[in-house]
C-alpha cells in the first residue's frame, strides 16, 4: 500500500542522489586536480630552477584562478539546468531508455 502524502518518489530520490553526487564529484574535480598539480610541478620546477618557492606560490595562485573559473562554470551550467527544467527532461529519457 502507498502512501500518498510521500512528498518524493522513490524515481525523484534517485534523481536527486546522481543528480548532487554527479555535481559534487564535477566540482570536486575542479578543486582537487588544479591545485594537486600545481602544488607538484611547482615544487619540482622550483628544485629543478632553484628559485626558491617562486614556482610554487604562482602555479598554486594560477590553480586557484582556475579552479574558480571552472566552478562557476559548473555553478551556471547547473543553475541553468535546474531553471529550465531540463534535468527532469534527462530524467524521462534515462528512464525511458530502461
Known sequence: MENKNKPWSDK?????????????AESTGWIALPVIGALYLGRYL???QASGNLYFFSLTALAFIISCVGLARIGIKYMAMLDSGKGKEEN???????
Not at 525523484?12 to 559534487?24: A, H, P, T
Not at 524521462?92 to 530502461?98: A, F, R, T, V
Open 92 to 98: 524521462k529519457d534515462h528512464e525511458s531508455n530502461k
Open 12 to 24: 525523484d530520490k534517485n534523481y536527486w542522489m546522481s543528480f548532487s553526487l554527479r555535481v559534487f
Open 46 to 48: 622550483d628544485n629543478r
